[in-house]
């Protein structure tokens, strides 16, 4: 695959639009992309097999997700599998697909899904001797086995490209391109080899559940009992979720997606070509039959589907050249040879899309047994290899081999599968899909500034602006006319920063950069603040729970999931872990026992649904045990400053020093007017404060926002769940062992495997590492995602990053590794190795010195850092 990458300083005048088809117009052929070969005689055409009246599992879906699901399942053992297809296997949009198979993806766990899914694809045809059409292109475009070329070797690897302006592109000599159906009907072989049933034209109308847990299936051919069901049904995910009697959120919307054929051109592109990837164009192009294959994505995309459609209406999807025009113009630009090439089709097929453009793989919450593998976001056949095998891992451990949380269907809520919601989040989405961040090895030569890459530039800290305002606090527009500029995490509004009155509100709403950003000094007056005077944080989106009972068994659930000792006195407040079997952390979270048997759990804002289903999993069924979700019950005040503490007690009349209101201590109290405030003496940034849970009532004193909280965490080196810390990490990695009671009277979960951690030792650790002769003005910034370098050697990659306003430089936190002993085996690591290294931060190429702590750094060092400042600034006055 060739990405290339146009000059700024483009020489040759933009090409006007021409249109390809004939003044005298033309017929279509009458056959699709790819001629699929008949499926294995699973079903004949004039009789369907007998339905079996049992299964261990059902699959919905003989796409490519659902036969690699059945054949991942199958190789790990499993037996009594079924796979059930309404249509034929593969004659949806998997046999619409374009066939590239690119490892260039945003996020890591979708590179490790993409780099297995190519390596299957081949083996695929020496297992079964099923042709998969596996051709190794190559792709003119992160760290897996990727070159800097310069226009003239582009033009080497690809003859129809116009180099001239471009000032090079990435090369992934890996990337390959396949016939999707016959990858598809690969996959089913293997599967079927390995004894999983497929059934064709057997549709899905419902699934049985009872008393939370999957039991049967109900198909238009009759029931089948079972005790999994795994949800594959692409752009039916959607009406599959909600079709039973108890609804599944299945978040995703289909789109209409173009591409065009041509016929073989004058001289037949060999079918090694490399794929080419545009993103100023927002196209690609492969070789296909001698010909060209091109789609893209447009700036407009066209919603489809809303209201539900049947099967048939794939087939009949119309061509809109209108539509397309702008994307065959950018290919004539690119590629102005193919102005005389005869047009074959203009295909429009559909594809899925969800809210972050990113797919959904798990188990549902609510109904165990019940999964999820949908919403590919275009990129299906790449992924479909890996999350087969990933789901199927879920499915047998109960956890797949590598961190999905980014990809955990339990990301989003109900409200993000609203049909309104989705149609008008697709119209961001499909802009935006094939942004690629690389942030790895690559030597960027004169692309230092390079690095969201893909159809659209994704600057760091971007914002969707369709379907906003799904949630809000009760102070939304009080801070909205305060100045407030808004982010969203888990479909909620949160204020960024405040603009300051008159400051220009449209260049700060437009700034995109990967450099020093102009909310520089307005999020650096609200760190002051915080630290100086005080400032209060809207933090209403952060999920609460209750967990209530009428004896000791709210105490004892939670002695059983967190790793901390929850068994202190009343109004006393836990920072806590609740971890799996491996130790690591399915939540982070700080609990207040508010009586004997009542207690207030506080999670990160999108662990609503995941904290939730995690705690709902362990519980015992009690009607004396009650949970309950009161994030909406309560508006949260961040209170943060040294004087937080006057404004209080001058409102209540209640002295707040700590004789009186100790740290990590909680109490109810009137402030104000309102009664009734939950008062916690303890803020998420380390500084100085309290947390106020109110019934929704509304105070103001100093705003400030998330861009504030976020340098003032990472800056004591506060470590965030879904960024820093996940299900693979323990707090033996990250510094918080002294929150593990090992010796208290309850056993927890993960607690036989941190003991055995402890006594190996860990393999990484959690470190800071502030930068050193890094410009803050001029250089890059880093954004998280950085290599670290330990003595020239590759040794992790960073999780977090700001700016200290306090150290005045730039802080990244991140885990490091030691290089692995014999036979490949993970080295423990100790204090010593991580403060005897001389560590760097690759930032778009260019390693910049960094100092390594496992500590945050004391106020003392920041007072001789001043001094020292204060005694250069004095000599050089001097001289």
């Not at 297809?85 to 490790?112: D, N, Y």
Request: charged share 20%.
């Amino acid at each position: 695959m060739c990405s290339c990458v146009r000059s700024s300083r483009a020489l040759s005048p933009v090409l006007l639009p021409r249109l390809l088809i004939p003044q005298t117009g033309y017929k279509l052929a009458g056959r699709r992309l790819w001629t699929s070969p008949h499926c294995m005689a699973v079903s004949g055409d004039s009789q369907l097999p007998p339905l079996p009246s049992q299964a261990r599992v059902v699959i919905c879906g003989g796409g490519i997700m659902g036969t690699s699901v059945a054949f991942h399942l199958a190789k790990l053992g499993w037996t009594d599998i079924v796979l059930l297809e309404q249509g034929r296997l593969g004659a949806g949009t998997t046999r619409l697909c374009a066939g590239i198979v690119s490892v260039a993806k945003p996020i890591s766990i979708e590179c490790q899904m993409a780099n297995y899914s190519n390596s299957l694809y081949l083996q695929l045809e020496e297992e079964t001797g099923v042709k998969t059409g596996y051709v190794k292109t190559g792709s003119l475009v992160m760290g897996i086995s990727c070159n800097i070329i310069k226009p003239k070797e582009v033009a080497k690897l690809h003859p129809l490209v116009n180099i001239h302006d471009l000032v090079g592109a990435l090369h992934l000599p890996a990337d390959a391109v396949v016939s999707p159906p016959d990858v598809n009907h690969a996959m089913a072989v293997a599967a079927a080899g390995r004894g999983v049933q497929i059934l064709e034209r057997t549709t899905v109308q419902q699934v049985l559940v009872e008393k939370g847990q999957v039991t049967a299936v109900q198909t238009d051919r009759g029931s089948i009992e079972c005790e999994y069901f795994v949800n594959c049904a692409g752009q039916w995910a959607y009406e599959l979720g909600q079709a039973s009697e108890t609804k599944v959120s299945v978040p995703l919307h289909g789109c209409e997606h173009f591409y065009l054929l041509t016929k073989p051109l004058q001289e037949p592109l060999p079918p090694s070509t490399p794929v080419v990837m545009d993103m100023d164009g927002r196209l690609y192009a492969r070789p296909w039959q001698g010909g060209l294959l091109s789609g893209g994505f447009e700036k407009n995309p066209k919603p489809i589907f809303t209201e539900g459609r049947n099967q048939l209406e794939i087939q009949n999807m119309q061509e809109d050249w209108d539509h397309f025009e702008p994307m065959l113009s950018a290919l004539l630009r690119r590629m102005p040879s193919l102005e005389s090439a005869e047009i074959h089709q203009l295909v429009n097929c559909p594809e899925s899309f969800t809210p972050d453009m990113r797919c959904l793989m798990g188990e549902t919450p609510g109904i165990s047994g019940y999964y999820v593998l949908a919403g590919m976001n275009s990129s299906g056949l790449s992924f479909a290899g890996g999350a087969g095998k990933y789901l199927a891992e879920w499915m047998t451990y109960g956890y797949p081999t590598a961190n999905v949380w980014p990809l955990d269907i339990k990301r989003f809520g109900n409200l993000q599968s609203s049909r309104t919601f989705l149609r008008h989040r697709m119209k961001s989405t499909t802009c935006t899909i094939y942004t690629l961040y690389c942030k790895s090895q690559i030597h960027y030569n004169s692309f230092h500034h390079l690095k969201a890459l893909l159809y659209e530039l994704k600057v760091p800290r971007w914002d969707f602006q369709t379907g906003r305002q799904l949630r809000t606090s009760p102070l939304y527009d009080r801070l909205d006319t305060q100045g407030a500029r808004w982010m969203e995490k888990h479909g909620f509004e949160r204020p960024k920063y405040f603009v300051p009155p008159g400051k220009d509100l449209l260049s700060l709403d437009q700034s995109k950069t990967f450099y020093k950003p102009d909310w520089f000094d307005i999020v650096g007056e609200e760190v002051k603040c915080c630290k100086e005077a005080v400032c209060v944080i809207d933090m209403s989106s952060f999920t609460k729970f209750e967990l209530t009972s009428t004896k000791d068994q709210a105490l004892d659930l939670l002695q059983h999931l967190c790793a901390n000792d929850l068994d202190v006195p009343v109004g006393h407040i836990v920072h806590t872990g609740m971890l799996n079997e491996r130790g690591g952390y399915e939540n982070d979270c700080s609990v207040a026992r508010l009586s004997k048997n009542s207690f207030f759990i506080v999670s990160p804002t999108d662990q609503q649904v995941h904290c939730w289903s995690w705690i709902k999993k362990h519980m015992p069924n009690d009607p004396n045990l009650h949970l309950e979700d009161v994030s909406w019950k309560y508006t949260a005040l961040n209170l943060i400053g040294p004087r937080a503490m006057d404004v209080l007690a001058e409102l209540s009349y209640v002295s707040m020093t700590p004789d009186h209101f100790p740290s990590m201590f909680c109490k109810e109290m009137s402030v104000g007017y309102a009664n009734g405030i939950r008062v916690m003496s303890m803020t998420h940034t380390g500084e100085p404060g309290f947390m106020l849970y109110m019934p929704i009532e509304k105070y103001g004193i100093r705003n400030s926002g998330y861009y504030a909280l976020r340098s003032l965490r990472i800056e004591k080196f506060f470590a965030f769940w879904g960024q820093d810390l996940d299900a693979f990490t323990t707090p033996l990695e990250c510094g918080r062992e002294f929150r593990v009671k090992f010796d208290k009277d309850t056993d927890f979960l993960g607690r036989e495997a941190l003991l055995q951690q402890r006594q190996d030792g860990p393999s990484r650790r959690f470190v800071m590492l502030v930068l050193e002769d890094h410009d803050t003005e001029l250089d890059l910034w880093p954004w998280w995602g950085e290599p670290i370098y330990r003595n020239g050697q590759l040794a992790g990659t960073t999780t977090s990053s700001a700016y200290s306003y306090t150290l005045e430089r730039h802080i990244c936190l991140g885990f490091v590794s030691p290089p692995p002993g014999p036979e490949g085996l993970p080295t423990p690591i100790t204090p010593d190795f991580i403060n005897r290294g001389d560590y760097e931060v690759d930032i778009a190429g260019q390693r910049y010195p960094a100092k390594a702590k496992l500590y945050p750094f004391s106020s003392l060092f920041v007072q001789q850092k001043r001094r020292k400042e204060d005694m250069e600034l004095s000599n050089l006055q001097a001289k």
